[in-house]
């Protein structure tokens, strides 16, 4: 089946540690972001990739890191200088050549203790 | 990209037609406007886009004025599982376009 993993769908961490959330996509498309979206409010952009080995800041990159080294891939690390890491985490791809039809995965909730 | 904006929340009767707003009066001319939706708890799932003709597919219609200011998202009968936050945004058509997504507009469908 074509589509975006991201796993585990709960995570729980101490504050002080990193977590990296993973995301995986198998609908060889070129673009991949990350998202955030706090209780009742829409989504923030973190990162996005338009390509392999490239990635660009998004609204609120303070305190998260990725890595684009696989088309297939693009994991984000919430590290500890993230001020409030409990979110709800989504992670979307698009492709390339087309319109602006982004897909999305099931989204991770992390909430760090 | 232009910034839209659209009512916080809106109730629809089962069956009947949803007309969902939005204002962006600072469109450009090479801006589109796009609607996703998100039932809660899942990611947002696209429904339609367009540039100034108005556009129809199996999911909705969208009616965009002449003067590209505002747009309609309407749902022609929608049912319980139409309840959903819906995003109206407005992108410059370029592959691998960023998104920006404001805080939408709650429908809530009533039996």
């Known amino acids: 089946d074509g589509g975006i993993t991201q796993s585990p769908k709960y995570l729980f961490r101490k504050e002080g540690q990193n977590v990296t959330l993973s995301c995986e996509q198998n609908?060889?498309?070129?673009?991949m972001y990350w998202y955030r979206q706090d209780p009742g409010q829409g989504l923030r952009l973190i990162y996005y990739?338009?390509?392999?080995?490239?990635?660009q800041k998004g609204d609120i990159a303070e305190g998260y890191s990725v890595s684009r080294e696989k088309k297939e891939s693009f994991p984000l690390t919430v590290t500890s200088a993230q001020k409030n890491p409990t979110a709800f985490y989504l992670c979307?791809?698009?492709?390339?050549?087309?319109?602006?039809?982004?897909?999305f995965g099931p989204g991770t909730r992390l909430t760090v203790l | 990209d232009a910034k839209t904006t659209q009512p916080p929340s809106m109730d629809c009767a089962e069956g009947r037609a949803a007309n969902l707003p939005c204002n962006h009066s600072?469109?450009?001319?090479?801006?589109?406007v796009y609607w996703y939706r998100q039932i809660h708890s899942q990611g947002p799932q696209y429904i339609i886009h367009?540039?100034?003709n108005n556009e129809t597919n199996e999911m909705a219609s969208l009616i965009i004025t002449e003067d590209r200011k505002s747009s309609t998202l309407i749902l022609p009968h929608a049912t319980l599982r139409d309840t959903a936050v819906y995003y109206c945004?407005?992108?410059?058509?370029?592959?691998?376009?960023?998104?920006?997504f404001g805080e939408g507009t709650q429908l809530t469908v009533n039996p």
């Open positions: 367009g540039l100034k």
């Open positions: 609908l060889n498309h070129d673009a």
């Open positions: 979307a791809t698009m492709t390339s050549g087309g319109y602006n039809e982004q897909f």
């Open positions: 945004i407005v992108v410059v058509e370029t592959s691998g376009s960023r998104l920006t």
């Open positions: 990739s338009q390509i392999v080995n490239d990635f």
């Open positions: 600072t469109i450009s001319g090479n801006e589109y």
